[in-house]
């Protein structure tokens, strides 16, 4: 029978976090289109709606950075905590805004619990994950932001009909639920064991890690234990080492990793994801769709169906295929868009509008934009979508897991900042060229990725530490991942059959209680 309490429960909870990430691109995204949000924010353009967009980033880029300090000190669940309180008083605050002003300070102010999320809702998840299944665990992230963008749609889309501020107020203040229930249900859920162990909570990491793997909490199981070990064993030499984090986050050693993961966060953002999903509205509507938030609505339901297959089946498939062929994939699809609107848009005779440049009286081009649009969403879920959250924990050691995750969120978040800003404006100026200069993005993040990236799945830290110590060639470093996976089951057996013995003989000695002494430390 299965427990209803497991790896899979616990870590969809706590991916909630990543909801309230989807629930604030759709807060944006469903309303800018609409009459009320228009007239009651004296229609905000260019750098206006850019400043509003971009205030969650900014927030989101501050709390990143906080992030490593919090859950270092606090805890990964207490720190989630204090971001979904701060995102309950920022949707308050965006509800009841009077003016611009007000609305991006709630904006700024969610935007701190989603810097703290997006950061430490990963790390929690790989924490807590066996190795086998830490992709699987860690995509639910990009899934619960998928379904987040799409809940908070359709309550804007059905709050649209209302002819009041009300339209946009009640989907803002509807939006603290999910932080309300997250903030509530972590109290009975399990702290993380790599972090229980490294403030030497020793015993409350063997139960934690007991509760996790083992169907009858049998901190004696052999599996338990000898994870139980491994994680001993990482922090002991962690501790032998005797490093100061912030400076080995950019050591010879070190620095390659933590630039590579800050990396992975800023392409998935260059991709044009953030286009397709903040303006989307914009880009239809220019195109010359007619009906916005139905066409809107069909893409962010590809965006969540489209995730699902890489939950599945990324641990099979591996990281780096993924990245690779999503960025090639977007490419196309940008640049087919861009060229779509270059042949036959032409400049808009309508002033005072979001967009400069349309497509008129050619229905076969508006279609054909429309299904790229569709397209490019679902190859961003296939790939960059959950991979760029999964892959930055998983590439350094623990006791700098918090922060350089931190940065690499950062890394995130400063683009998105960036592009939220600014691609309101560059719409305005530069229209199809912008299709182009995100499609050279994806051109880059792919060449980028051939040269630096190693696959990660089902590997160890010390298997990785070979590859980016050593140089190893990286066509080799995904057929080690399929070696590696055999590898593995291999060591576990063998680790499995030493610590039943070991753990015999103490259950003998102890009459059934764990004597750490004995098994671990003599």
């Not at 995102?87 to 904006?107: D, E, F, K, P, T």
């Not at 934690?208 to 491994?230: G, H, I, M, Q, T």
């Not at 297959?309 to 990245?323: V, Y």
């Not at 050691?397 to 350089?404: D, E, T």
């Amino acid at each position: 029978m299965v427990r209803l309490l497991n790896v899979y429960t616990i870590s969809a909870f706590a991916a909630l976090g990543g909801a309230l990430l989807g629930f604030d691109i759709s807060s944006m995204s469903g309303v800018i289109g609409t009459d009320q949000y228009q007239n009651y924010y004296s229609n905000p353009l260019g750098m206006h709606q850019g400043a509003i967009t971009s205030a969650m980033a900014g927030g989101s880029l501050v709390g990143a950075l906080s992030s490593s300090f919090l859950g270092d000190r606090l805890s990964r669940k207490v720190a989630i905590q204090i971001g979904a309180a701060l995102w309950c008083i920022g949707s308050a605050v965006q509800s009841a805004s009077n003016g611009i002003v007000m609305l991006v300070i709630g904006r700024v102010l969610a935007g701190l619990c989603v810097g703290l999320t997006s950061s430490l809702v990963p790390i929690y998840q790989s924490e807590i994950a066996p190795r086998k299944i830490r992709g699987r665990i860690v995509s639910l992230q990009q899934f619960a932001i998928t379904w987040g963008i799409l809940v908070q749609y359709f309550i804007e889309y059905g709050c649209s009909f209302l002819d009041s501020t009300a339209s946009f107020r009640v989907p803002w203040a509807i939006q603290t639920v999910p932080a309300v229930v997250l903030f509530v249900g972590l109290f009975w859920f399990p702290r993380s064991p790599r972090w229980l162990a490294s403030k030497d909570r020793w015993d409350e990491a063997l139960r934690v890690l007991a509760f996790l793997r083992s169907a009858n909490n049998d901190v004696n199981d052999p599996l338990v234990l000898a994870e139980y070990k491994e994680v001993e064993d990482q922090i002991s030499q962690e501790r032998e080492e005797e490093s100061n984090s912030y400076r080995e986050l950019f050591s010879r050693k070190i620095r390659k990793r933590v630039l590579l993961s800050m990396a992975v966060q800023m392409w998935s953002q260059l991709t044009g994801m953030n286009v397709m999903m903040y303006y989307i509205v914009y880009i239809l509507e220019s195109a010359g769709i007619a009906n916005l938030m139905l066409a809107s609505s069909i893409q962010y339901i590809i965006n969540m169906v489209m995730t699902i297959p890489s939950i599945l089946w990324t641990d099979k498939w591996g990281r780096r295929p993924a990245l690779l062929i999503g960025a090639i994939g977007m490419s196309f699809w940008l640049f087919l868009t861009g060229g779509l609107l270059m042949h036959y848009g032409e400049p808009n005779p309508v002033l005072n509008q979001p967009y400069t440049w349309i497509v008129v009286g050619h229905p076969a081009a508006t279609r054909a934009i429309l299904a790229s649009a569709y397209l490019a969403v679902a190859t961003f879920a296939l790939s960059w979508g959950p991979v760029g959250w999964m892959y930055p924990p998983e590439i350094v050691p623990l006791r700098i897991r918090a922060k350089s995750v931190a940065l690499a969120t950062a890394s995130n978040w400063a683009s998105n900042f960036a592009l939220g800003f600014a691609v309101p404006p560059l719409l305005r100026s530069i229209q199809w060229r912008l299709f182009f200069v995100f499609g050279s993005f994806n051109m880059a993040a792919f060449i980028h990725v051939w040269f630096t990236a190693p696959e990660t799945k089902q590997r160890t830290l010390e298997e990785l530490d070979e590859i980016f110590e050593y140089g190893e060639p990286l066509w080799k470093s995904f057929l080690g991942g399929q070696r590696g996976s055999n590898k593995l089951d291999m060591l576990a057996k063998d680790i499995e059959m030493g610590v039943l013995r070991i753990n015999r003989s103490a259950h003998m000695e102890t009459k059934g209680v764990i004597n750490e002494n004995i098994i671990f430390r003599s």
